[in-house]
């Protein structure tokens, strides 16, 4: 199946905005051995802190919380989705794997109090502090759009994609099909703790877009998409007409 990416759309592009969009979308995934992984967000405020890290495809009991003093740890692994016998991947950028993180955080908790909750793939921690520190004011950041990191796997009768879309879930995504252009767009309404100060930010809270361009072998009737904890798969029949038939040889005469 042929493939091919619209990075931007217009016919002029500005290569200032360009380069600083590729700089933000490298930094947002980074790579899959990063020792920092999971990328975390957190806010303090007078009596609490909320830590919230983006692990979209995981199971809640694939993941481990423990705070001691000051030092939150957290801890999970996130599985593959290993390729059938005859399908191969035509594109790998999701991580996959053991992780393992140790966030120091500028004030002692108070264990028996800390929360969690895993919702759209984006992991959240509310962990209320022993001593009450002044108040201080939150700060607002800037929206953003990020091209969400894509695995491609090809099959013999229909190809896969997989995008992790932290934030996302069946009723913020909208894919649309014109013509040969298959559009990916998703919506993220982050919860951001109100009335804290944004501390330590590691990775960016924005929507997602991505296109591609399908060849004619899609069956456009057939395909198929879920949303399942931060992740998107899409389900790409191919035509019957595209699918690899035997030619039967036979003795000439």
């Not at 016919?11 to 980074?30: A, H, K, N, T, V």
């Not at 361009?213 to 949303?227: K, N």
């Amino acid at each position: 199946m042929l493939w091919s990416e619209f990075e931007r759309l217009g016919r002029f592009i500005d290569p200032w905005r360009e380069f600083e969009r590729m700089s933000r979308d490298l930094s947002r995934m980074g790579s899959q051995n990063d020792r920092d992984f999971p990328h975390v967000n957190a806010w303090t405020s007078a009596d609490k802190a909320v830590v919230t890290t983006e692990v979209p495809g995981m199971n809640r009991e694939d993941i481990d919380i423990s705070v001691a003093d000051e030092v939150l740890t957290i801890k999970g692994k996130r599985h593959s989705d290993d390729p059938k016998a005859e399908e191969t991947y035509h594109r790998r950028e999701r991580w996959t794997g053991q992780f393992s993180k140790n966030i120091v955080l500028p004030f002692r908790v108070e264990n028996s109090r800390v929360e969690a909750k895993y919702q759209k793939g984006v992991l959240t921690i509310v962990l209320p502090r022993e001593a009450v520190a002044e108040q201080r004011e939150e700060r607002t950041r800037e929206r953003r759009v990020y091209t969400p990191a894509v695995d491609i796997i090809e099959g013999k009768d229909e190809t896969t994609v997989i995008a992790d879309m932290p934030g996302v879930d069946e009723s913020s995504v909208d894919i649309t099909l014109e013509k040969n252009i298959l559009e990916i767009y998703g919506k993220v309404d982050p919860d951001i703790p109100q009335g804290m100060r944004l501390v330590i930010s590691e990775y960016g809270i924005g929507d997602y877009h991505r296109r591609f361009t399908l060849s004619d072998e899609i069956d456009r009737d057939r395909i198929q998409a879920t949303v399942k904890n931060g992740v998107l798969r899409l389900i790409l029949p191919r035509a019957e007409k595209a699918k690899t038939r035997k030619i039967e040889v036979r003795a000439g005469q």
